[in-house]
């Protein structure tokens, strides 16, 4: 009896009860009521007499050990169940909503305005948005006092020294030919600033991006290339452009370029004035003065030089109405220009 006692209790510490099906069967060998234990137990008045006392200890172990092993088997199973439970997704609930950011339209639109213009060579620049009168307006060739000064309404910031808020991103032009030799074929993008009433079709803070090639023998071919390339990656293959000439101080002879939008609606007739045709840019050939202002010999130099309108190229492309909502930052209006899906 005390040799099955000790084959039992190397049994019981060997016994792996890693899942339901064999802790019920260890249950049923050694705890329930019709265990081997239990046998063993009814079977001690057989026991001679002087063993009697070993037996019943012996068979007191057995069960203690057998019921301590179950229940600590038992419990690490449940927990096992219940980590299981909580990891399992439940698949009926709704899913949770994405809440990825999306890049701002008028970043969009800049972000491609860029590449096109990157993958012709040009590079990017950028300058202050506060600037003195030299390079927002003087050394442009905007005399002082000259009435085209009034063609942009400027925020002064001081008189001395003079500090205004750009008002156009061709100040960056300026200190580009100011402080590194030809050739320059770069674009700058940026904020600019106008003391305007702010309207559906105005703001007094935009974006512009300015465009600027300087080398020997630069062409007006080259500036009417270069645009209609960009029209054409910008608005589709099959867009048509127009020059038509214009003035800034800046430029001799300027332009501005339109692209063929159509007449097939109402909407079309009412943003083309009935043309069909809608202003994208202004651009021209540098002014000699220009050059000169900024030491570069215009015997020797040529250049162009074109700048846009960031909001409206980006309300005609997108049929936005209002140039306020870039500013508002309503969510809503945002998430419909997700670049992601
Ligand atoms: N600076 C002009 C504006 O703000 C835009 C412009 C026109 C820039 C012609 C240029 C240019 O470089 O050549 O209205």
Not at 217 to 226: A, E, G, I, P, R
Not at 256 to 269: F, H, N, P, Q, S
């Amino acid at each position: 009896m005390l040799d099955k006692i000790k084959e039992l209790k190397a049994e019981i510490e060997a016994a792996q009860l890693e899942n339901k099906e064999k802790l019920e069967a260890f249950r049923l060998r050694f705890i329930s009521r019709k265990s081997i234990i239990g046998d063993l137990m009814g079977e001690i008045r057989n026991v001679a007499a002087e063993q009697r006392k070993d037996v019943g200890q012996g068979l007191n172990m057995l069960k203690n050990l057998a019921t301590g092993k179950f229940k600590e088997a038992a419990e690490e199973l449940d927990n096992l169940n219940n980590n299981i439970n909580e990891a399992q997704p439940d698949l009926t609930l709704p899913d949770v909503p994405n809440q990825l950011g999306t890049i701002h339209p008028i970043s969009q639109t800049r972000d491609k305005i860029v590449s096109i213009f990157q993958r012709i060579g040009f590079n990017v620049a950028d300058g202050p948005e506060i600037e003195d009168d030299w390079h927002n307006f003087t050394a442009l060739n905007f005399p002082p006092n000259h009435p085209a000064r009034e063609m942009q309404d400027t925020f002064f910031i001081s008189k001395n020294p003079d500090k205004v808020l750009r008002t156009h991103t061709s100040n960056v032009q300026i200190r580009m030919m100011e402080n590194q030799e030809p050739p320059f074929r770069s674009i700058m993008p940026g904020r600019v600033f106008r003391n305007e009433a702010i309207s559906a079709r105005a703001h007094c803070i935009f974006h512009q991006i300015e465009g600027l090639y300087v080398n020997e023998n630069v062409s007006f071919q080259d500036l009417k290339n270069t645009l209609y390339y960009f029209a054409k990656e910008m608005f589709g293959s099959n867009t048509k452009i127009r020059l038509r000439p214009s003035y800034f101080p800046f430029t001799e002879p300027s332009a501005e370029m339109d692209i063929y939008w159509g007449l097939k609606t109402e909407a079309d007739r009412k943003i083309t004035k009935g043309t069909g045709w809608l202003e994208i840019l202004g651009c021209g050939m540098v002014d000699p003065n220009v050059l000169a202002n900024c030491n570069i010999d215009p015997e020797k130099y040529t250049g162009f030089a074109f700048g846009m309108g960031i909001e409206r190229i980006t309300m005609l492309k997108h049929k936005i109405e209002d140039i306020r909502l870039f500013f508002e930052n309503d969510v809503r209006f945002l998430r419909q220009f997700s670049t992601i899906g």
